[in-house]
């Protein structure tokens, strides 16, 4: 089983930075690939950024790659994300998530672990 805890979200102004992060209990932390989602008050939760178990291959949401950069260390058991030029649209809750093995990634089914979230507000 693994447990999940997101921090490092808060309030930043628009074209402002933040860097996510998410603290993974459990000794099989390697053994999963990871995902970063997110849900706006009204909206469905969507997928942002997944990194495979290895950290050796990154997926992201459409054009997220260009602003987001998704790692992780399996060493300390966190996964990271890092978030450029934020605009007030991406005001959400930002999950982090564990799956076993890979698959369709950008998909919130088989994703087996979840956590509590963070808030992100992004002032205009």
């Known amino acids: 089983q693994v447990q999940l805890v997101e921090s490092g979200g808060g309030l930043v102004q628009a074209g402002g930075s933040l860097r996510l992060s998410c603290a993974a209990s459990g000794r099989t932390f390697s053994s999963y690939a990871m995902g970063w989602f997110r849900q706006a008050p009204g909206k469905e939760r969507e997928f942002l950024a997944a990194?495979?178990?290895?950290?050796?291959?990154?997926y992201y949401r459409g054009t997220m790659k260009a602003r987001f950069t998704i790692s992780r260390d399996n060493a300390k058991n966190m996964v990271y994300l890092q978030m450029t030029s934020l605009i007030p649209e991406e005001t959400a809750v930002y999950y982090c998530?564990?799956?076993?093995?890979?698959?369709?990634?950008?998909?919130?089914?088989?994703?087996?672990?979840w956590g509590q979230g963070t808030q992100v507000t992004v002032s205009s």
């Open positions: 998530a564990a799956r076993p093995g890979s698959g369709d990634y950008y998909r919130i089914v088989g994703y087996d672990y």
């Open positions: 990194i495979s178990s290895s950290g050796g291959s990154t």
